[in-house]
């Protein structure tokens, strides 16, 4: 019986995806914060890992390489996701998730995506592929990214450059050139646009 | 038997619910976005309807009156929550919701709410009561509000000083005040703690 842990950071949704699963499908399932997860390390070994993306704390946990700690190597991961935020996307295929359901879409699709990943193989529903276009293209380079990421946080001009060690104009032209290159009309508008995207 | 309706903006989470009610309890459950509840207005008819605070249009649900068009008169109202969002818990409270279940609890919690919801009881989250006492106190102004979220939108000052029928100099003071209230460093963190808060 194939093994599935489920990582969201919201308990009540985490029961309820249990739930789904248990009813749909023929897995053993248990679920864990992230916080958790990492606590039980040693004792779960799930076959396969499905991760919320829109949850906080994915993205970084993703970043942090995803083969180790949490779940050992061997664990294959999927995704819950949105084409709307290929910034996420894009995170969770630099991860190497093998698997990558629309969280739109039926719960069906989730028990399939889970069996081919257990089999090791790849699954991505249709609905993903042009968050998958739009995530091949990065808008912003990473220096963009990181200043944008601060000024999200509510850090002031002067407290960026003190952060990334550059000048005031510096980061005040990398502000520009994120704000221009998303289509925004102000700073504010460039946060909330690359925000939705997933991109910071 | 209880007819419950779970209004959900996630296809997945919202199929997740579903399993996890009928799992749990005695329940007739069906579930819809917005849109499809509106549009199935005729046919509905729950005892009780379960919303997600957290979902984008949850909000403005229930600042449109929730008695009426979704799911007609009778409707009692359970709203999954967390303390964390105060400013959205006040427009719950607004739309005189009985059922306050904190989302990071049990599922026999939110079995539970929708149990005495429906004999017309109140039910609340023990561990929503902080966030309950910070939204007696809104701290800003429904001027303040307004002005924050249209900002917050990526709208500039002369674009919201048009849109409000305000001078830029008022909009001006208006954000500092907002920004000063939150206990923000600059407009954009101003926007952030507003809205992690669930105020805009």
Not at 1 to 30: C, N, Q
Not at 119 to 137: I, M, N, P, T, Y
Request: aromatic fraction near 6%; charged fraction near 25%.
């Amino acid at each position: 019986m194939t093994r599935v842990l489920i990582l969201h950071s919201v308990g009540l949704l985490r029961s309820a995806l249990m739930a789904l699963l248990k009813a749909e499908g023929s897995f053993d399932v248990f679920a864990a914060c992230w916080r958790t997860a990492w606590r039980q390390e040693e004792g779960l070994r799930p076959d396969v890992c499905v991760v919320d993306l829109d949850c906080p704390g994915a993205a970084s946990l993703l970043e942090g390489g995803w083969e180790g700690p949490v779940t050992g190597t061997g664990t294959r991961l999927v995704v819950l996701a949105t084409a709307e935020r290929p910034g996420a996307l894009r995170k969770a295929f630099e991860a190497r998730a093998l698997g990558y359901v629309d969280k739109d879409g039926s719960p069906c699709r989730l028990v399939r995506a889970i069996r081919q990943v257990a089999k090791g193989e790849r699954f991505v529903d249709e609905s993903l592929a042009f968050g998958f276009l739009e995530a091949s293209r990065v808008p912003l380079t990473a220096r963009e990214l990181s200043v944008l990421a601060r000024a999200a946080e509510g850090e002031s001009i002067a407290e960026i450059a003190r952060g990334l060690h550059l000048s005031n104009g510096t980061v005040r032209n990398y502000m520009a050139s994120a704000t221009r290159k998303v289509g925004a009309r102000n700073r504010i508008d460039a946060i909330r646009i690359s925000q939705r995207a997933g991109w910071v």
